[in-house]
């Protein structure tokens, strides 16, 4: 990968990486545990979307691509996102990091360098959302640890710290 852009590198492959594990955490969990929520926050699910949606209002902009709809229902949204990350050409990021990218946050109107906008904003935004999600559904009660948060760490069955 070292020969793609970097802001590519940076964003699409951890966004996909990142996405099918929500897939897999919402497939596990079925639909009554994606209705939880911490607190006032959104439940799981509209996390999950949420996070799906902030994959590709970061992407596409950096791209220099105009942000396409995505479909409401979960596993839908989730597949066609992948589809559409999947289908970008990494070639467009070439300068991502000097492009302009204008947005809003919440009510506040931003202008933002590409790299900026990544790993200030878009990334930790992605992350927020997607953590929101996985900390509803630890909260109800869902057996989660962190290697269905991450698909990386594995532990054996029955340890804890």
């Known amino acids: 990968m070292s020969d793609l852009p970097p802001l590519y590198v940076a964003s699409v492959p951890v966004f996909r990486h990142y996405l099918a594990r929500i897939a897999t955490l919402a497939e596990k969990v079925g639909p009554v545990a994606l209705d939880q ?14 996070a799906t949606g902030f994959a590709l209002r970061v992407a596409f902009p ?9 479909p409401a229902d979960l596993p839908d949204r989730l597949a ?10 990494p070639a467009d990021f070439v300068g ?47 057996a989660l640890g962190k290697a269905d948060f991450d698909g990386l760490h594995h532990y054996p069955k029955g340890f804890s710290f």
Do not use: C, K, W
Not at 38 to 48: L, S, Y
Not at 80 to 89: E, P, S, V, Y
Not at 102 to 118: K, P
């Open 62 to 70: 950096l791209a220099g691509r105009a942000v396409p709809d995505l």
């Open 96 to 142: 991502a990091d000097r492009r302009v990218i204008r947005h809003r946050a919440g009510f506040a109107d931003l202008e933002q360098d590409g790299a900026t906008f990544l790993h200030l904003y878009g990334m930790p935004n992605f992350l927020f959302h997607l953590t929101m999600g996985y900390a509803a559904l630890r909260s109800a009660g869902v």
């Open 37 to 50: 929520r911490i607190a006032d926050a959104f439940p799981a699910r509209q996390q999950f979307a949420t």
């Open 80 to 89: 066609t996102a992948d589809q559409l990350l999947a289908d970008l050409d």
